[in-house]
């Protein structure tokens, strides 16, 4: 059983910066992936980014260059930095965890996008970027 909490979320101007944290105590899994998902109004979950324990970690194509996805391990807290946000980056950003797949060809691989295949969910932190 594991607890997810997020924190850092805020309204800033176009062009501004934010950094999300997601705070997690509790068991996830042996090999964990995390990741950030977004939620606008009327809008579907979608995938933000994700990272492993040994720091694999992948980005939506919308957001590459402009956020970075981090952790400290020893404070058992998740990161993502926002830069360069856009009004179309407005959203509710939940943390997730999920199971890291295992292939018998090639081992552990990065982690989906997919919100399906995460099942310990953070209750979300709201982003708004005025224009």
């Known amino acids: 059983q594991a607890q997810l909490v997020e924190s850092g979320g805020g309204s800033v101007e176009s062009g501004g910066s934010l950094r999300l944290s997601c705070s997690v105590s509790?068991?996830?899994?042996?090999?964990?992936?995390m990741a950030w998902f977004r939620q606008a109004p009327g809008r579907e979950r979608e995938g933000v980014g994700t990272?492993?324990?040994?720091?694999?970690?992948t980005y939506a194509d919308t957001v590459k260059g402009r956020f970075t996805i981090s952790q400290d391990n020893a404070k058992n807290t998740v990161y993502l930095q926002m830069n360069g946000l856009k009004p179309e980056d407005t959203a509710t950003y939940y943390c997730?965890?999920?199971?890291?797949?295992?292939?018998?060809?090639?081992?552990?691989?990065?982690?989906?996008?997919?919100?399906?295949?995460?099942?310990?969910w953070g209750q979300g932190t709201q982003v708004t970027v005025s224009s």
């Open positions: 997730a965890a999920g199971r890291r797949e295992l292939y018998y060809r090639s081992g552990y691989g990065s982690c989906s996008h997919d919100a399906a295949k995460y099942n310990y």
């Open positions: 509790g068991h996830t899994y042996s090999r964990v992936c």
């Open positions: 990272i492993t324990s040994d720091d694999t970690i």
